[in-house]
């Protein structure tokens, strides 16, 4: 259930099924997380639930409400909920993951509260915590755009969210314990997911024939890209992680670790039953699910050939990726989003390169940042800066670039960013696979996608008139990405791999965006509920402001 207020009333829906609410809203939630069996057919296996849901509860709101969401931790293990794709506005200590927020022991409960401040469109919330995405935990979150803001595209007739993964048939558990060993994940996935299931033909939806349906399409696996097709359909893009894009048709389109797209479908063919395609990417084999995409009139399944590229096709891939724009002439959470501030205008103050590497260290494998693995401290960082507790990390303790020669080291990560600095940062990768980068608290603009080594030749081939806004970006094999940064938000930001393992074995580090100004005009001060642990364990909490 979930509890809001309308003039001055309490109101009660379930999670499921709430459209029309007050913009600026307080919507309540009640979330009870629990081990359960994920029933599937021939492989059940133990996963993680959210008030007996696999996935959780879905999120429905509009821009500016206020989210208070009330975890209970039944698990015998500490647990904590990150918002992927969700700004945070001054407030990273809501951002739920371990170097801003202490986990809920089990047994506890942590009230999340925080606004969904100026964003529209479609994101997924999951467990941040070792591998414990892989059991589940997660869920879609929506945020509609407020009545007297116009949407570039006409009101489908159905909204189906598709939250799509790999998975493994061993537990999160059991993987987590191959990494705590010093070895590696298997490349390939055991099979993939749909909405929880992940066994062919097991997911069905129903729709009119001439109609047109909206698909919110997810990411939410551990380290495999992913195809998505309804066959002898077309996908008209709409949306990627709340930016309105420019409306390209696409047979399928490819989906990275992380990564968030909406799309419209006209069922504009004769009405039989088509398959709906998710399959792997760039692994060397093909593995995949399908789903049922039933006419409501329907005569019976039409066998239709896939249009899907080659599973191996970088080439493919990224001319797709340099072909997803933003429309410039739609509204965003507000009219006129792009107004006198336009980034391919701002003046660059400072230039990141990242680069991915992998080693053993001390006979264990490790993966990390400009030579940087990674290490958790014994207290989050964010507690940790406002307490001004000493010795827990170091600004500073990674470089603005990657030094040859220099091996990798295990450190607390942390680099240090003035408030409202305009960065440009070139995620280099020199490895054989596909990576996929995320930054919390911020969306991005991707300038730049090119094989080859990055130079400052290469900024004559940026895209700066309507390079698309997102929170998580893929970097091809032996290629780079460039993408610009407008540091507006201050607080400790997370920029991970999105590939779960690596993240876990060091492939991460935190930004710390930084104001003398000491104002909640900046950052909000710490919650009166925040909890506390490591060193930060006997502060007193009475003292909240910076």
Known sequence: MRWWLNGGI???MTTTIIYFVKAGDTLFYNWRVTYGEIPLRTLPRRGILINGQFPGPEIR???NDNLVINVHNDLDEPFLLSWNGVHMRKNSYQDGVYGTTCPIPPGKNYTY???VKDQVGSYFYFPSLALQKLAGGYGSLRIYSLPRIPVPFPEPAGDFTFLIGDWYRRNHTTLKKILDGGRKLPTMPDGVMINGQGLSSVYSITVDKGKTYRFRLSNVGLQTS??????????KLIEVEGTHTVQSMYTS???????????????DQPPQNYSIVVSTRFIGADVGVDSTLHYSNSKGHKIVPSRAPDPNDIEWSIKQAQSIRTNLTASGPRTNPQGSYHYGKMKISRTIILESSVALVERKQRYAINGVSFVPPDTPLKLADHFKIKNVFKVGSIPDKPRRGGGMRLDTSVMGAHHNAFLEIIFQNREKIVQSYHLDGYNFWVVG??????SHASRREYNLKDAISRSTTQVYPESWTAIYVALDNVGMWNLRSQFWA?????????????????SPRD???????????????NKNMSIITP
């Open 523 to 537: 950052e909000y001060p710490l919650p009166k509920n925040a909890l506390l642990c490591g060193r930060a364990s």
């Open 449 to 454: 996608i090119k094989k080859g080594i990055w």
């Open 253 to 267: 389109l490819d989906i990275h670790v992380g990564q968030t797209y909406s799309v419209l479908v006209t069922m």
């Open 226 to 235: 992913l195809n998505f097709e309804i066959l002898g359909h077309q996908l």
């Open 113 to 115: 509260d925080f606004q």
């Open 61 to 63: 709101s509009l821009t």
């Open 502 to 518: 690596r993240q876990y074995l060091g492939q991460q580090f935190y930004l710390r965006v930084y104001s003398p100004v000491h």
């Open 10 to 12: 309490w109101m009660m």
